[in-house]
């Protein structure tokens, strides 16, 4: 897994015992919300898909965004996924904690996201705290003494210019340099660190010719030269990849040297005079909270920073590629100013056609073969423009399906660096709600026998238990005549009091009557 996205599950795997323990909370949420599905995929269907949807359940329950359609479903979907899960487990599993997701929902679509309302920084607070006790004897009064420093130093900082009160406490992901080139063009401005030993690498005609059309064709101001160029060539569906390669180089340095200049043309014909071939290379860079790594140094390491995931814009649209870093390198185009820069990644991209990406339509897990790879040669992609994923890869006892094949899962960053001011450090969620839950049908009931021995039909069995039955149903029908019949007796005797109850009332009334006329 990246690094800072869980602690290292492998001490808690007891392997003789066959059982995890000593997992941390936050564990547990990631563990839960991810691995789970794929921990027991090689169960059979019908006990997946309940352990699936009740992950994906609290997955969209802890998301950062929640939509009140989407926890209407998940209320009206939880007593399901309950329900299939009373199916497959003992009734001894199903205790109070097993019955709260029923409220979670309705508790979020009053409370709102949870990440308002749980206790991880109140649990992170507590931690600051027991770790600042200077002295053991008197431990409450050296955390009071501690708090009161730290707050009356917050309150004179409103009084000075801004400064960061804590820079040891900030996370690598989050210390990133600000742009420094003076550049009109946004593809310059873009915040990041390289960390690490510095390398010179010469690029080859393949990568010097792809790393250049790959910068200009995402530069926000050069869309419109594009697009331009587009429209003069004519160029057919399915053949403006390579045309691009070839042509728009030339034809742009052509069409920014021949227009008037002023600051912004200026950083156009610096950007269409091609970047030096020798560029710099580095094996770790921090950019948008994320951590990368190449591929080669993080082998042998417990964590792993080099997947990748990127929307690009191929032949038939958008399509989601996923790859590895090989190499991060930092292009310089000669200025007359100061020099301009922009950081590319060189990956590994694998096949994003079906022989190599496949989707779960259901629970829209994103499933690559990793062995198959992208032909064409494009392998840059802008650092600030990828996103971070890491492949989990199935049981080694699984079918002949899965086999080769790995889970991708993409990463949110602890960090985020918005106006050079960090935010606070979070725990692991989603952005949103990553898929619409539809209303979860009963599945139909299993039988309990094995479905790879002989089936037997048992005639003499079956007719004594049919005959056992019927003489079942006349016994209770003879019990329930005579109960009638009972009821019936009682229901007489009970008239007949009331109406010898009633003669009484009545000569009494007349024997009154008698002495009021006697009077």
């Not at 000075?160 to 550049?183: A, D, I, W, Y």
């Not at 929307?311 to 000669?334: A, V």
Request: charged share 25%; hydrophobic share 30%.
């Amino acid at each position: 897994m990246p690094d800072g996205y869980s602690s290292n599950l492998a001490r808690c795997v007891n392997i003789d015992k066959v059982s995890i323990q000593g997992l941390k909370s936050h564990d547990c949420h990631v563990f839960m919300e991810t691995l789970v599905p794929v921990a027991f995929s090689c169960l059979p269907i019908h006990v997946l898909n309940p352990i699936i949807e009740i992950s994906h359940f609290f997955k969209d329950l802890c998301a950062t965004t929640l939509k009140a359609d989407s926890l209407r479903k998940l209320e009206e979907n939880i007593p399901f996924i309950l329900c299939k899960l009373e199916r497959i487990f003992p009734p001894a599993f199903f205790d109070l904690m097993e019955h709260l997701p029923i409220h979670l929902a309705y508790e979020a679509w009053l409370g709102g996201p949870v990440q308002y309302r749980w206790m991880y920084p109140f649990e992170r607070f507590m931690g600051q705290s027991k770790r600042s006790v200077k002295n053991k004897a008197r431990v409450e009064g050296s955390i009071c003494a501690t708090y009161l420093y730290r707050e009356t130093t917050y309150f004179c900082s409103h009084y000075f210019k801004n400064f960061m009160l804590l820079p040891n406490n900030v996370r690598n992901e989050t210390q990133c340099q600000t742009g420094t080139c003076q550049s009109t063009l946004s593809i310059f401005q873009q915040v990041g660190r390289p960390v690490g030993k510095k390398f010179t690498y010469w690029l080859t005609d393949a990568e010097f010719n792809s790393a250049h059309v790959h910068v200009l064709i995402n530069c926000i101001e050069v869309k419109v030269y594009l697009d331009s160029f587009l429209m003069a060539m004519q160029v057919p569906e399915g053949s403006s990849s390579s045309l691009i390669h070839s042509e728009f180089p030339q034809w742009f340095k052509y069409q920014v040297h021949n227009q008037a200049l002023s600051p912004i043309i200026q950083d156009l014909r610096d950007l269409s005079n091609w970047p030096m071939r020798c560029v710099k290379e580095w094996h770790t860079y921090f950019v948008n909270g994320y951590k990368f790594h190449t591929n080669a140094w993080s082998k042998g390491r417990k964590t792993t920073n080099c997947g990748v995931f990127v929307k690009r814009l191929t032949e038939g649209g958008y399509d989601d590629f996923y790859g590895i870093i090989q190499k991060i390198y930092e292009l310089e185009y000669n200025s007359s100013s100061t020099p301009k820069r922009v950081v590319v990644f060189y990956c590994e991209w694998f096949d994003p056609s079906r022989n190599g990406t496949r989707v779960d339509p259901r629970y829209n897990i994103v499933e690559i073969q990793m062995t198959s790879r992208y032909c064409p040669f494009d392998p840059f992609i802008l650092a600030h423009n990828v996103r971070q994923v890491y492949y989990v890869p199935y049981p080694n006892f699984h079918t002949i399906d899965k086999c080769g094949w790995c889970v991708a899962i993409q990463t949110k960053p602890r960090g985020r660096i918005e106006s050079n001011d960090v935010q606070e450090e979070i725990p692991y969620q989603v952005h949103e709600m990553e898929h619409e839950n539809e209303i979860i049908e009963v599945e139909g009931i299993f039988a309990l026998h094995d479905f790879d021995g002989d089936d037997e039909e048992l005639e003499g069995q079956n007719q004594e238990h049919e005959e056992g039955e019927e003489e079942e149903d006349e016994e209770d029908n003879d019990e329930d005549e005579e109960e009638f019949e009972d009821d019936e007796e009682d229901n007489d005797e009970d008239d007949d009091d009331s109406l010898h109850y009633d003669d009484h009332s009545d000569g009494s009334n007349n024997d009154d009557n008698n002495d009021d006329d006697d009077d």
